[in-house]
C-alpha cells in the first residue's frame, strides 16, 4: 500500500499541496482529477519520491519513499511523468526495454500499445502521441507493485486514450498493481477508474467510488461548471452546460 498522511509541499512561500491524506492499494485503479494548478503533479511527484514534502508523509509498503534508494523506488514505482526530456535519441524497443522487468514484458507491451511498427524508431522522430504511448509502455512493462501516470492520456486521440486506460485496468487486475492516473477527461476517468480523488486549491477535497464523485455537486463547484449527468452502461458521464453560480 502507499499510504499518504497529512502531505503538505511549500515552495517560494507557496501552499501546492495542503494536509493531503489517502491511500493506494495494489490491484485498484485511481483517479487523480482537478482543474490546472490544484497540485495533481506536486503530489504524483511527491508519492514518486522526486518532491521533498514539507510536513507530513508518504510510505509505501510500510517504509518511508525517502529511505528507499533510487533503484529500490525503481523496483515499486513506475512513474510516467507529463512532461519528458529525451536526452539519447534511442530506439523505441530499446527505451522500453530499459525499463522493463524482462525482454518478454518489453515485447509484448510494446505489442499491446501498438507500437511494434515503430520500434526501430528513433525517440525524437515520433509524433507527441507516439512519445507518449512509448512511456506507458516503458512504465508498464516495469511490472512494478504500483504505477504513477501523470495525463498519460494527454497527446493522444481517442482510440489509444481508451487502449491505455484498458491496459492500466489490466494491470491492476491481472498484476496486482496499484494505479494511481492523472487526467482531464473527466468521463475517461469515469468510465475507466474504481475511485477517484478530485482537488481543488492544493486541497484534496473528495476521495470515493467514480460513480459517487460524479454525482457530487462538489464536482461542479471545483471546476466552475453546471454538470448534466446521465448514465450509460452503468457508468456515469457528465455534460458541462454553463457557469456554476
Known amino acids: ?5 497529512q502531505l503538505c509541499v511549500m515552495r517560494n512561500r507557496k501552499r501546492l499541496l495542503d494536509d493531503v491524506s489517502f491511500s493506494l492499494r495494489r490491484g485498484e485503479i485511481v ?5 490546472n494548478g490544484a497540485g495533481k503533479s506536486t503530489l504524483v511527484t511527491a508519492l ?18 525517502a529511505a528507499y534508494g533510487a533503484r529500490e523506488r525503481a523496483h515499486l514505482l513506475a512513474y510516467v511523468a507529463q512532461q519528458q526530456d529525451f536526452i539519447w535519441d534511442l530506439e523505441v524497443r530499446d527505451i522500453v526495454r530499459l525499463g522493463a522487468r524482462s525482454l518478454s514484458d518489453a515485447d509484448a507491451t510494446l505489442a499491446k500499445l501498438g507500437l ?3 520500434a526501430e524508431r528513433r525517440i525524437k522522430s515520433l509524433s507527441g502521441g507516439e512519445r507518449a504511448r512509448v512511456m506507458l509502455a516503458r512504465a508498464l512493462a516495469a511490472n512494478t507493485p504500483f504505477l ?10 481517442i482510440k489509444h486514450q481508451r487502449r491505455a486506460m484498458r491496459l492500466l485496468c489490466d494491470a491492476a487486475r491481472e498484476r496486482d498493481t496499484g ?6 477527461d473527466l468521463n475517461l ?3 475507466f477508474a474504481e475511485r477517484v480523488l478530485l482537488m481543488h486549491q492544493a486541497r484534496l477535497v473528495l476521495d470515493g467510488a467514480a460513480a459517487a464523485v460524479a454525482a457530487s455537486p462538489d464536482l461542479d463547484r471545483v471546476f466552475g461548471e453546471r454538470f448534466t449527468r446521465a448514465t450509460i ?7 458541462p452546460t454553463g457557469d456554476a453560480e
Open 179 to 184: 494505479v494511481l492516473v492523472v487526467l482531464h
Open 189 to 191: 476517468a469515469f468510465a
Open 48 to 65: 514518486s519520491g522526486l518532491c521533498r514534502s514539507t510536513h507530513g508523509s508518504v510510505e509505501v509498503m510500510g517504509r518511508p519513499i
Open 31 to 35: 483517479a487523480l482529477l482537478g482543474p
Open 116 to 118: 511494434v511498427e515503430l
Open 233 to 239: 452502461d452503468d457508468r456515469t458521464v457528465v455534460f
Open 1 to 5: 500500500m502507499i499510504r499518504v498522511e
Open 148 to 157: 504513477l501516470a501523470d495525463e498519460p492520456a494527454a497527446n493522444l486521440d
